[in-house]
């Protein structure tokens, strides 16, 4: 050891605070270190820059002594000094700061396609973090992971995919991936108002069922791109060409029920709709005026899973009041058809008890009629929706495939990281 460690009062105060129960250093991880040097201390412990400087290199002194020479290497590395640069600057910047140095970490687990970490995590959800930190630093100790490889972020994910979706000591003989789904859905069914869970009710049981492979929804969707496909020329305006307009009247005339039918984009709403959708995930790209297939829209086109997906997130909506009122709506139709009227009185109570205008003044009935009119607007374009007749005291239900949808957009809500509390 060096002579740092005759700093007693600084080594008392370290392992007060990250191992109060006594414990030896040797049971933190490198997360924990990390998690320390990069917020705790400059957020937590109002040190001035060379009391946390000092901090560093005790802590440093500390973990070598134990044998801990990758957690001692995270005290002393640039990585360290930078971020404690960076509080000093601003809390804003410390934070930033903070996120990019746990991202670029290789002990951090990484988003993968079964699951993003969510901002707030339940019993469950950090448990499953912790020991993945804990066993992806294993991982590197014992040379079953290289950092330095070219390969290394991908052989990461496929770690993490496979512990995640493997039966795990703690949970209950379940894979963590699905004891943090099951937490997720828990929490997000008991979420206030008393009204939202009151309207979700009757979709619960079927959201604890084991997810079934999806059916081919989101059909309109399909028909427009594989109409796009290789390449479409568009209008000088920058629409659709007429033959995929007529195309589109061809296949769905209640789109267009009256006259002769549509001459442009412009006149069928709906095609209009799926074009925007289509442009705002990426399904499809324009050069000049030639309009085709990304590459995510060629898989979209190959995989009715993915394509529900990015179907769910349409329907759902991009704000957290537009996901509220399709949530509700969801679960209300889910349960019975709805009149209109009905179906936004139900809504209003949530949307009014989760969120307010800017300026602080409340929800009006206008307002959950509007994001309705969405709701409405989109699950209908894309095949969601059936509808008695077009009067405004219309009953409204879910279809065939809109019942497999409207399961699916559940899951991305409840199953989905939380971002808030």
């Known amino acids: 050891m060096t002579a740092l460690v005759a700093d007693g009062a600084m080594a008392q105060r370290l392992l007060g605070w990250l191992v109060p129960d006594g414990d030896s250093l040797v049971t933190l991880s490198v997360a924990e270190v990390e998690r320390f040097c990069w917020y705790e201390l400059p957020r937590k412990w109002h040190a001035d820059t060379s009391e946390q400087r000092r901090a560093v ?15 001692a290497a995270v005290c002393a590395s640039g990585t360290t000094s930078q971020v404690l640069a960076a509080w000093q600057r601003s809390e804003e910047a410390g934070f930033a700061a903070y996120r990019k140095a746990v991202a670029a970490s290789p002990t951090t687990p990484p988003d993968v396609p079964e699951l993003s970490w969510g901002q707030f995590m339940g019993v469950r959800e950090a448990q499953a973090r912790a020991n993945l930190e804990g ?64 309207l979700l009710a009757a979709v619960l049981p079927a959201l604890e069922e084991p997810a079934v492979a999806p059916v081919d929804t989101a059909e309109p969707l399909r028909w427009l791109l594989e109409q796009i496909g290789d390449g479409v020329t568009l209008t000088q305006a920058g629409y659709l060409p007429r033959e995929v307009v007529a195309a589109a009247f061809a296949r769905y005339p209640l789109w267009y029920p009256i006259g002769k039918g549509p001459r442009s984009e412009a006149d069928l709403f709906q095609l209009a709709d799926l074009h925007e959708l289509a442009r705002i995930h990426r399904l499809v790209t324009k050069r000049h005026r030639t309009l085709k297939l990304s590459p995510a829209g060629r898989a979209l086109l190959t995989d009715h899973q993915r394509r529900q997906y990015t179907a769910a997130l349409a329907w759902l909506g991009t704000t957290a009041a537009e996901r509220q009122v399709a949530e509700s709506a969801l679960g209300a139709l ?31 009935v206008k307002d959950t009629e509007r994001l309705l009119w969405r709701f409405w607007h989109t699950g209908r374009e894309l095949g969601y929706l059936d509808e008695r007749d077009r009067s405004v005291d219309a009953s409204i239900s879910l279809s065939a495939t809109g019942r497999s949808a409207a399961l699916a957009a559940l899951r991305v809500l409840a199953e989905g990281p939380r971002d808030r509390v």
């Open 135 to 198: 066993r992806l630093e294993r991982a590197l100790d014992e040379g079953e992971l290289d950092p330095d490889a070219r390969t290394f972020p991908a052989a990461r994910r496929r770690f993490v995919q496979q512990w995640l979706t493997t039966e795990q000591p703690g949970f209950e003989g379940r894979a963590p991936l699905e004891a943090v789904r099951r937490e997720r859905r828990e929490l997000w069914a008991v979420a206030p108002p008393t009204e939202r869970r009151a």
């Open 57 to 71: 290199a005790v802590l440093a002194d500390l973990l070598t002594g134990v044998g801990r020479v990758r957690a």
């Open 334 to 364: 889910w349960a019975e058809p709805r009149l209109r009227e009905d179906l936004r009185d139900d809504v209003h109570p949530v949307l009014a008890a989760g969120f307010t205008h800017g300026d602080g003044s409340a929800m009006e």
